[in-house]
Antibody, heavy 118, light 110 residues
Framework: QITLKESGPTLVKPTQTLTLTCTVSGFSLSTNEVGVGWIRQPPGKALEWLALIYWNDDKRYSPSLKSRLIITKDTSKNQVVLTMTNMDPVDTATYYC??????????WGQGTMVTVSS | QSVLTQPPSASGTPGQRVTISCSGSSSNIGSNYVYWYQQLPGTAPKLLIYRNNQRPSGVPDRFSGSKSGTSASLAISGLLSEDETDYYCATWDGNLSGPVFGGGTKLTVL
């Protein structure tokens, strides 16, 4: 059974850096053609893709957020980490990680809600 | 503002067939597969249709997808009350070098 689970702080202050971890099971981060990405969804709003890392360590970032994002993976720990700098209240959202397969996010984690507030 | 355009709402009565549209451009839908997600309240999106018209195991054949040019559609036949939720389209955008989503459509079963 393939699962992904997000973890990280539920509350961050403006200007702080957010670090989220996605722990996967049921597949390997080194499996060919597989990737893991991050997607967020502000309350009541649409999905927004943030970043994607492939099995070969190739990385893609949303152009609008690229300067603030870093995505890395630790294959031995089955984890993918997203770092987002200079957090702002508009970044308040549920953050999801998802497995990239079939050229799309085919399996998603349950999501983690992050609130940005002083 | 989302790269892909969906109607914010759609509705139908039980048993009816409804369609949800998704409009894009040559850099996204026009040259890549389209995917559809169903998101029940308070839960993560679930892949409903992949590669334009394929259903993952477990998705009822009431759900179908199609694509033509720079637009795509999700059709739901035999509408059930449990289909009342949010639906999102997605695809790859070659200009952005990443996946893009539609703004979502809230389906109401009257």
């Amino acid at each position: 059974q393939i699962t992904l689970k997000e973890s990280g702080p539920t509350l961050v202050k403006p200007t702080q850096t957010l670090t989220l971890t996605c722990t996967v099971s049921g597949f390997s981060l080194s499996t060919n053609e597989v990737g893991v990405g991050w997607i967020r969804q502000p309350p009541g709003k649409a999905l927004e893709w943030l970043a994607l890392i492939y099995w070969n360590d190739d990385k893609r970032y949303s152009p609008s957020l690229k300067s603030r994002l870093i995505i890395t993976k630790d294959t031995s720990k089955n984890q993918v980490v997203l770092t987002m700098t200079n957090m702002d209240p508009v970044d308040t959202a549920t953050y999801y990680c998802g497995r990239w397969g079939w050229d799309a996010f085919d399996i998603w984690g349950q999501g983690t809600m992050v609130t940005v507030s002083s | 503002q989302s790269v892909l355009t969906q109607p914010p709402s759609a509705s139908g009565t039980p048993g009816q067939r409804v369609t949800i549209s998704c409009s894009g451009s040559s850099s996204n839908i026009g040259s890549n597969y389209v995917y559809w997600y169903q998101q029940l309240p308070g839960t993560a999106p679930k892949l409903l249709i992949y590669r334009n018209n394929q259903r993952p195991s477990g998705v009822p054949d009431r759900f179908s997808g199609s694509k033509s040019g720079t637009s795509a559609s999700l059709a739901i036949s035999g509408l059930l009350s449990e289909d009342e939720t949010d639906y999102y389209c997605a695809t790859w955008d070659g200009n952005l070098s990443g996946p893009v989503f539609g703004g979502g459509t809230k389906l109401t079963v009257l």
